[in-house]
């Protein structure tokens, strides 16, 4: 199944959208979340706390998400 | 169902005297959640004069147990009645007793068994070297040396030490292939020997002192002392093990009451108490508060003072008068497990909406939509059916859930019509099922890889791999529902506790922003045709509706409405990746069938495994997820939490 390089360029670029995004979000979370974890294991009352705002950056993927989603629109 | 159950604070006076028979009374109603009390104008109450002997008595017991290594569920107690503490205490004493006297014994013949066995492994090489034991000591002018060199140039060694001296005497053997030897050498040589040796890897063995005569004698009679030794210890935990299952049930069982009795005696440290008088504290559901006042009549016989009064709500914002109304949840039975899910964030504090109900709702319809597979959820359904008879408490609340939520499955796996990721029927039966059965049978066109071709799905309504685009816009849509129906939550939240104007400015104002929103993305678009400027207009509105309601704090949030909505594409993408692993497992396994008997042995194997693997990650995965979209984007909008759990006093607590 032949494809022209437009199409694989295009893939690419989308694969990176959301694969960058990822891993910047992961970052994040990470830090927070070995925060999060700490402050639970001291205080049980803070797991909502926590979990929401380790959750915080997720909004990085899924903005990466529809950025990717849009470029493989364009793919047509 | 919408709110927590009615709650009455309550004030209890007793004189002191009648301290015992009130704590009892309260212990066997079961009703009463108590307030500690902090040291004010009132001290705190002391103990019951029983307790330092309750305390005691239980150390004790506790202590036996974990010796003897009781475990409390695996002895059933007796019904015991309460023994007087000072008889308890002697049989305690007594076997406490027994049980140290046979552990020490134990531990003593241990540390025999491994001195001998060190000691037998340590002279066992020796057997291959033709000397006695008093042929290694008690020279003057020799130095022995024995021990293992390494192997290789042994005749060297042998020349070397002839270069030292021609007074030696060299016995070689081997054990188990290591090459030992035996040198006795002239004293004054003996550093020199020492020097040679080492180059050569020579490591000693100790010959211990107190051995005599052959080797091998000695080596019999040590693994005959091993042999008595065991056997000694075999009679010792027989011992030990008679003493623990005479004992077990009485222990466990007074262990139990004496738990009790001790949080009895206790409890009086959280009461307030003056020198005649004693000030209970705490909470009764509404419902159970006449029975109590007339359980306590009849104990205390009149000579008590009960007040009940109602909790006082909010009045400002943020500053509420009994933040520390104990809350107990009430659902319809098959809410009830879900409850397990809001103990596990918060439990919602007593003036607000107990959101259990949407979310037992809710819960399920997100697990289905993700997981949506009718054999997966058959197989999920069965193995919680039979899960269930061996777990309690909470793992039966997660187990439940599970339940509920394969049903769901089952149910969107009809609707996207799959079945163990099977979309369709094989070529070779479809055309006969589809002329027969036509309601089991879809036939369509499929445009895939350049090719037209036909095939016959399952009955569906949406097909997940080919109309991708599809779920992604109903999986928003869902999100946009929900997160709506958060906003109007909220709404009702505030209204009650702080009125219309402050509910309005903060959550209709979010609706008038999606309005506003959408306007703007609709006439951009073309599909509406208005002024531009209404829909600006509409959205500055909303602005300063937000800015009034919930500060620069709201107006940071503008975009977080839009990109929790777009979380919900988890919805599709989670589902995307359990169906894309269940087509390439049957990829797998299709080949194995044709190739005779052995290939469809392992062809089932394959099957079996991977599609265990993907269920294993299709309870995990959906679950975290609903559970994620729950906590963060529904409960963030109307859900406070703080919540203090409902403890009443003389119930066990886990």
């Not at chain 1, 925060?35 to 706390?49: D, T």
């Not at chain 2, 009781?70 to 503490?85: A, H, T």
């Not at chain 2, 209709?508 to 531009?532: D, N």
């Not at chain 2, 990650?617 to 729950?630: D, E, Q, V």
Request: net charge neutral.
């Amino acid at each position: 199944m032949a494809i022209d390089i437009g199409t694989g360029l295009i893939a690419l670029g989308a694969g990176a959208a959301i694969g960058l995004s990822a891993i910047a979000a992961a970052i994040a979370e990470k830090a927070i979340g070995t925060a999060a974890i700490g402050a639970m294991a001291e205080k049980e009352e803070l797991f909502g706390k926590g979990l929401i705002l380790t959750v915080i950056p997720e909004t990085l993927v899924i903005f990466g998400l529809v950025v990717a989603i849009l470029i493989i629109g364009m793919a047509g | 169902m919408m709110y927590p159950v009615k709650m009455s604070k309550l004030v209890l006076i007793c004189p002191g005297s009648l301290l015992e028979k009130a704590i009892g009374c309260l212990h066997k109603q079961k009703v009463v959640h108590i307030e500690t009390h902090r040291k004010g104008d009132l001290d705190i109450g002391s103990p019951l004069p029983d307790a330092p002997k309750i305390s005691e008595l239980l150390l004790k017991i506790r202590s036996i147990c974990a010796s003897l290594a009781i475990v409390q569920k695996d002895f059933e107690p007796k019904k015991q009645e309460i023994m007087p503490y000072r008889k308890l205490m002697k049989i305690c004493i007594d076997i406490e007793k027994q049980a140290s006297a046979a552990s020490e014994e134990l531990k003593k013949i241990n540390q025999e068994i491994n001195d001998v066995n060190h000691t037998s492994e340590s002279i066992r090489p020796l057997i291959s070297l033709p000397l006695a034991f008093d042929d290694y000591r008690g020279y003057d002018s020799l130095s022995v040396f024995t021990g293992f060199v390494n192997g290789h140039d042994m005749d060297d060694m042998k020349n070397e030490i002839k270069g030292i001296t021609e007074k030696y005497g060299l016995y070689r053997a081997d054990h188990h292939g290591r090459p030992l030897i035996a040198l006795f050498i002239e004293s004054s040589k003996q550093g020199e020997a020492q020097n040679v040796l080492s180059s050569y890897g020579f490591t000693p063995i100790i010959i211990p002192e107190n051995l005599k005569g052959s080797v091998s004698k000695a080596l019999k009679s040590l693994e005959a002392k091993a042999l008595s030794l065991n056997a000694k210890k075999e009679k010792t935990e027989k011992t030990i093990l008679s003493i623990k299952k005479k004992n077990a049930s009485l222990l466990v069982s007074q262990e139990s009451i004496l738990s009790a009795e001790i949080k009895k005696a206790e409890i009086p440290l959280q009461f307030a108490a003056s020198e005649n008088v004693t000030v209970i504290k705490g909470w009764v559901p509404s419902e159970s508060a006449n029975s109590l006042r007339s359980a306590l009549s009849k104990a205390l016989k009149g000579r008590f003072h009960m007040a009940v009064e109602e909790p006082k709500a909010a009045h400002d914002y943020g500053h509420e008068e009994d933040p520390s109304t104990p809350v107990k949840l009430s659902n319809p039975k098959a809410s009830k497990p879900f409850e397990f899910l809001l103990e596990l964030f918060n439990l919602p504090s007593y003036h607000e909406l107990d959101p259990t109900f949407f979310l037992s709702i809710i819960f399920p319809i997100f697990f289905g939509f993700m997981l949506g597979d009718l054999g997966y959820g058959l197989v999920i359904f069965l193995a919680c059916r039979l899960l269930l008879r061996k777990f309690s408490g909470q793992a039966a609340s997660i187990i439940r859930i599970i339940m509920i939520s394969a049903v769901s499955t089952m149910f969107f796996g009809l609707v996207f019509g799959e079945f163990f990721g099977f979309e369709e029927w094989p070529h070779s039966i479809g055309p006969n099922m589809c002329r027969n059965a036509p309601f089991l049978c879809n036939v369509q066109e499929v445009h895939a890889h350049g090719a037209v071709e036909t095939v016959y799905s399952f009955p569906h309504l949406l097909s997940r791999t080919h109309e991708k685009m599809s779920l992604l816009v109903i999986s928003l849509i869902i999100g946009a529902i929900h997160i709506n129906f958060s906003l109007i939550l909220g709404f009702w939240n505030i209204w009650k506790s702080h009125g219309l104007k402050h509910a309005f400015l903060e959550k209709i104002s979010w609706l008038i922003l999606e309005i506003a929103v959408a306007l703007l993305a609709l006439t951009y678009m073309g599909k509406l045709s208005m002024p531009l400027f209404i829909p600006w207009a509409v959205l500055a509105i909303s602005i300063l509706l937000i800015y009034l309601g919930e500060g620069t704090r709201g107006l940071v949030e503008l975009p977080a409405i839009f990109s929790n909505m777009l979380s919900y594409a988890r919805l599709m993408a989670i589902g995307l990746s359990s169906v894309g692993l269940a087509i390439v497992v049957n990829d797998l396994t299709k080949p194995f069938f044709a190739k005779g008997v052995l290939g469809v042995i392992s062809g089932l194997l394959i099957f079996a495994v991977g599609h265990g693997i993907n269920i294993g990650l299709g309870i995990l995965g959906p679950f975290l997820h609903s559970l994620r979209l729950h906590y963060v984007e529904f409960f963030s909008r109307f859900f406070k939490g703080g919540g203090v759990k409902y403890s009443p006093f003389g119930e066990e607590s886990l």
